[in-house]
């Protein structure tokens, strides 16, 4: 296609022009099979992975279709090894597959792939997980999830079709009426989880902040009706979900309990935070609350915020395979490379929508971004040329310049529902100092965070600092400008996060500020950060502190 905005490259990276007619339209195709690298203004860059083909294919996308749509829209013809490239990964997806029960589990291949099922289970990390016997490879019960990991760093991903146990029964009804009903990509997020034949499957399901993950949630525990466990990233997350529980469902309240540092209530509908189940006494010890996941007969395990799952959370879920399990999160970007682990414990992605899908039909707020770029001070710039990496970062991000335009934008947005939200405890201390803004960060009492959050949203105050501790699971529907003045490097994931924080459904645009310091190292991370972003379909617009003051 001469006039294309898409140039695939031999390297498997495609190149797509921003500015051109056709790129949403392809943008939205491309990211369902490939992962954003680079987002500079003009051309942004895609890379086909492993998982990113995986996650096509296991959603029931075939590589002919993918091949289709790139010979469409290709400016240059397709590259033949990039064609080979995406149609052997795909098909790699299913040749290994778990069938039978929960209890009596059997390694599969498909029709021709015998010989290659033979050579794998006789692999020194395969052989120990199976037994043969009967002309069947058996699985033991709680290596299945070890197995699947295994399989797919040998480059061969499981579809685990082993079913589940079923879990004690928990009627769950919720509350449908006039105040309150399932927007209809929240009824088809959880009706593609149950499945075609109304069991139930497991796997993650995208969803922008904002837009109701949640509820989602709460429908496929009210199609399943089981008992459920429910692991969130902290405590006001906990009663976040408590609250909504007991607002939009028929659960009697009575059944439903916070396992937490400041409770351990062990209820038919558990709601349990990463922190107490990775909680030891220290290093050489055992994790204390690892029998949480089987204090219950739970039908779902439900894992908020999955893109933060710690690394012991990782490995009971190798044990608890059996267990219909559900991920929620906004990004499946994970920095520390564990991707594979989520897709092959938890399961695969089985829905995602683009934000600026939701944005147009009103079911988040409409952001605009802005990175305002700052001039570092003189008497800074020898610390800075002189320190590490780290160290210049660091400086880079708490440059005091910055003060003065978190004045100029309070006072420019004064009537606005604001929030300032950073990295570094001593730089937000001397904002809160200056600005006389009640703060929120780590050693922030619990019960002293609800009360500044409850203040806010009933409009005592309008300006609130938080530390990284906002990144995720706070909900306050009318915040509509955000102030980033420092960030995790260059962590996507945190950059999706804070913009969610702004994007409950409102009649204004949310505007979203981070305020960068010119030339060093901090703007090459922000470049890095606006990557997920951009992937979404948002724009930075670039202003010099210079001429915004």
Same mark, same amino acid.
């Given at each position: 296609? &001469?006039?294309?905005?898409?140039?695939?490259?031999?390297?498997?990276?495609?190149?797509?022009?921003? &500015?051109?007619?056709?790129?949403? &339209?392809?943008?939205?195709?491309?990211?369902?099979?490939?992962?954003?690298?680079?987002?500079?203004?003009?051309?942004?860059?895609?890379?086909?992975?492993?998982?990113?083909?995986?996650?096509?294919?296991?959603?029931?996308?075939?590589?002919?279709?993918?091949?289709?749509?790139?010979?469409?829209?290709?400016?240059?013809?397709?590259?033949?090894?990039?064609?080979?490239?995406?149609?052997?990964?795909?098909?790699?997806?299913?040749?290994?597959?778990?069938?039978?029960?929960?209890?009596?589990?059997?390694?599969?291949?498909?029709?021709?792939?015998?010989?290659?099922?033979?050579?794998?289970?006789?692999?020194?990390?395969?052989?120990?997980?199976?037994?043969?016997?009967?002309?069947?490879?058996?699985?033991?019960?709680?290596?299945?999830?070890?197995?699947?990991?295994?399989?797919?760093?040998?480059?061969?991903?499981?579809?685990?079709?082993?079913?589940?146990?079923?879990?004690?029964?928990?009627?769950?009804?919720?509350?449908?009426?006039?105040?309150?009903?399932?927007?209809?990509?929240?009824?088809?997020?959880?009706?593609?989880?149950?499945?075609?034949?109304?069991?139930?499957?497991?796997?993650?399901?995208?969803?922008?902040?904002?837009?109701?993950?949640?509820?989602?949630?709460?429908?496929?525990?009210e199609l399943l009706s089981t008992k459920t466990l429910i692991l969130v990233a902290n405590i006001i997350a906990a009663r976040q979900w408590i609250n909504e529980l007991i607002q939009k469902s028929h659960v009697n309240p009575e059944d439903i309990g916070e396992f937490s540092g400041e409770r351990k209530e062990i209820k038919p509908v558990t709601i349990a935070t990463y922190q107490i189940l990775t909680y030891r006494k220290d290093r050489n010890s055992p994790f204390v609350h690892f029998d949480l996941f089987s204090r219950q007969n739970w039908g779902l395990i439900i894992y908020d915020e999955v893109h933060l799952l710690p690394a012991p959370v990782f490995q009971i879920t190798a044990?608890?395979?059996?267990?219909?399990?559900?991920?929620?999160?906004?990004?499946?970007?994970? &920095?520390?490379?564990?991707?594979?682990?989520?897709?092959?414990?938890?399961?695969?992605?089985?829905?995602?929508?683009?934000?600026?899908?939701?944005?147009?039909?009103?079911?988040?707020?409409?952001?605009?971004?802005?990175?305002?770029?700052?001039?570092?001070?003189?008497?800074?710039?020898?610390?800075?040329?002189?320190?590490?990496?780290?160290?210049?970062?660091?400086?880079?991000?708490?440059?005091?310049?910055?003060?003065?335009?978190?004045?100029?934008?309070?006072?420019?947005?004064?009537?606005?529902?604001?929030?300032?939200?950073?990295?570094?405890?001593?730089?937000?201390?001397?904002?809160?100092?200056?600005?006389?803004?009640?703060?929120?960060?780590?050693?922030?009492?619990?019960?002293?965070?609800?009360?500044?959050?409850?203040?806010?949203?009933?409009?005592?105050?309008?300006?609130?600092?938080?530390?990284?501790?906002?990144?995720?699971?706070?909900?306050?529907?009318?915040?509509?400008?955000?102030?980033?003045?420092?960030?995790?490097?260059?962590?996507?994931?945190?950059?999706?996060?804070?913009?969610?924080?702004?994007?409950?459904?409102?009649?204004?645009?949310?505007?979203?500020?981070?305020?960068?310091?010119?030339?060093?190292?901090?703007?090459?991370?922000?470049?890095?950060?606006?990557?997920?972003?951009?992937?979404?379909?948002?724009?930075?617009?670039?202003?010099?502190?210079?001429?915004?003051?």
């Amino acid at each position: 296609m &001469e006039n294309s905005p898409l140039i695939i490259q031999s390297d498997g990276t495609f190149l797509l022009f921003v &500015e051109h007619p056709l790129h949403e &339209e392809i943008r939205d195709e491309l990211s369902s099979f490939a992962e954003l690298i680079k987002s500079p203004e003009h051309i942004h860059t895609y890379r086909i992975t492993n998982i990113s083909l995986w996650n096509a294919a296991s959603s029931g996308r075939k590589y002919r279709d993918i091949l289709e749509f790139l010979n469409k829209y290709s400016k240059y013809s397709v590259p033949q090894n990039i064609a080979r490239v995406i149609k052997d990964t795909m098909k790699k997806y299913g040749i290994f597959f778990l069938s039978g029960t929960p209890s009596e589990t059997v390694l599969c291949a498909g029709e021709g792939y015998k010989s290659l099922l033979e050579r794998v289970i006789s692999n020194k990390d395969i052989s120990p997980l199976v037994s043969a016997g009967h002309d069947r490879i058996m699985v033991n019960p709680y290596k299945r999830g070890i197995l699947k990991q295994r399989l797919i760093e040998l480059g061969y991903p499981v579809e685990d079709k082993a079913g589940y146990i079923d879990g004690d029964p928990l009627p769950v009804r919720l509350k449908y009426g006039p105040g309150f009903s399932l927007r209809p990509y929240q009824k088809e997020a959880a009706e593609i989880f149950f499945g075609k034949n109304n069991t139930g499957q497991s796997g993650v399901i995208c969803l922008p902040c904002g837009s109701g993950k949640t509820i989602v949630g709460l429908r496929i525990m009210e199609l399943l009706s089981t008992k459920t466990l429910i692991l969130v990233a902290n405590i006001i997350a906990a009663r976040q979900w408590i609250n909504e529980l007991i607002q939009k469902s028929h659960v009697n309240p009575e059944d439903i309990g916070e396992f937490s540092g400041e409770r351990k209530e062990i209820k038919p509908v558990t709601i349990a935070t990463y922190q107490i189940l990775t909680y030891r006494k220290d290093r050489n010890s055992p994790f204390v609350h690892f029998d949480l996941f089987s204090r219950q007969n739970w039908g779902l395990i439900i894992y908020d915020e999955v893109h933060l799952l710690p690394a012991p959370v990782f490995q009971i879920t190798a044990l608890v395979q059996a267990k219909r399990r559900l991920g929620l999160t906004a990004t499946l970007v994970r &920095e520390d490379g564990k991707e594979k682990d989520v897709f092959s414990l938890i399961g695969p992605k089985k829905y995602d929508v683009p934000w600026k899908t939701l944005e147009k039909i009103k079911f988040i707020a409409r952001a605009v971004c802005y990175e305002i770029r700052i001039e570092l001070p003189e008497d800074l710039n020898l610390d800075y040329l002189t320190a590490t990496r780290r160290q210049a970062f660091r400086i880079a991000s708490e440059n005091p310049e910055k003060l003065k335009f978190i004045s100029r934008l309070l006072e420019k947005y004064k009537s606005s529902r604001i929030i300032i939200i950073g990295q570094y405890i001593n730089q937000l201390n001397k904002i809160q100092k200056i600005f006389n803004i009640p703060l929120i960060k780590g050693s922030t009492p619990n019960s002293e965070r609800e009360r500044i959050y409850n203040d806010f949203r009933n409009g005592r105050f309008n300006i609130l600092i938080l530390s990284k501790v906002g990144n995720v699971a706070v909900d306050i529907p009318d915040a509509n400008v955000l102030i980033q003045v420092s960030g995790s490097f260059g962590s996507r994931q945190e950059e999706a996060q804070r913009l969610g924080r702004i994007l409950r459904p409102k009649d204004e645009n949310a505007l979203f500020f981070s305020l960068v310091s010119k030339g060093t190292h901090e703007q090459e991370f922000a470049m890095n950060r606006q990557i997920f972003l951009a992937e979404q379909g948002y724009s930075y617009q670039i202003i010099d502190g210079i001429q915004f003051l």
